[in-house]
T-cell receptor, first 112, second 112 residues
Framework: DAGITQSPRHKVTETGTPVTLRCHQTENHRYMYWYRQDPGHGLRLIHY???????DKGEVSDGYSVSRSKTEDFLLTLESATSSQTSVYFCAISDKQGYKQYFGPGTRLTVT | DQQVKQNSPSLSVQEGRISILNCDYTNSMFDYFLWYKKYPAEGPTFLIS?????DKNEDGRFTVFLNKSAKHLSLHIVPSQPGDSAVYFC???????????FGKGTKLTVNP
């Protein structure tokens, strides 16, 4: 299994509070991704990174920001959480463009 | 605009029989296709892939078929086992792109 951890694994927060989710990899893969999974929507890409300090938006990036200051860490920040951001968040990594991605265990976020 | 479609949200089969999961895509530039399996409370795991230069790829009980003219791929599981019960996601990418595009998933239930 690819070495990917996500923290926290579960979080409950209130509307309007900032939240940061962390993805950490030990594989030295160049590409890192954040997805959210919601019933009826499958996996939707939020943001991705193609190198340190190099990031780009996915299809559902509104309300989210990311940072990657080190190869191994990719942070996802909800500046002001809303109930619509209640979801399960998955981080993924890849060493080749458009090739298979390895997923972390997920973070279940509930915004009340 | 959904580029990768899994039109069956769920599928139920008997143990020992064949499971066939289907996926359609609209973007003719896609040239690499993958299937992922996801158990509850876990991250998706890579199952099998196929590039557009092939029309079939096998790995044990799992076979993926690609019909480029119909823009259709399918995953065959033979024989199906109760442990195969999971959500299956189809994904696609186009050459040079960092991103995978996922379908919404099909929940497979294999009954003993």
């Amino acid at each position: 299994d690819a070495g990917i951890t996500q923290s926290p694994r579960h979080k409950v927060t209130e509307t309007g509070t900032p939240v940061t989710l962390r993805c950490h990899q030990t594989e030295n893969h160049r590409y890192m991704y954040w997805y959210r999974q919601d019933p009826g929507h499958g996996l939707r890409l939020i943001h991705y990174s193609y190198g340190v300090k190099d990031t780009d938006k996915g299809e559902v990036s509104d309300g989210y920001s990311v940072s990657r200051s080190k190869t191994e860490d990719f942070l996802l920040t909800l500046e002001s959480a809303t109930s619509s951001q209640t979801s399960v968040y998955f981080c993924a990594i890849s060493d080749k463009q458009g090739y298979k991605q390895y997923f972390g265990p997920g973070t279940r976020l509930t915004v009340t | 605009d959904q580029q990768v479609k899994q039109n069956s949200p769920s599928l139920s089969v008997q143990e020992g029989r064949i499971s066939i999961l289907n996926c359609d895509y609209t973007n003719s530039m896609f040239d690499y296709f993958l299937w992922y399996k996801k158990y509850p409370a876990e991250g998706p795991t890579f199952l099998i892939s196929i590039s557009s230069i092939k029309d079939k790829n096998e790995d044990g009980r799992f076979t993926v078929f690609l019909n480029k003219s119909a823009k259709h791929l399918s995953l065959h599981i033979v024989p199906s086992q109760p442990g195969d019960s999971a959500v299956y996601f189809c994904a696609a990418s186009k050459g040079g792109s960092e991103k995978l595009v996922f379908g919404k998933g099909t929940k497979l239930t294999v009954n003993p």
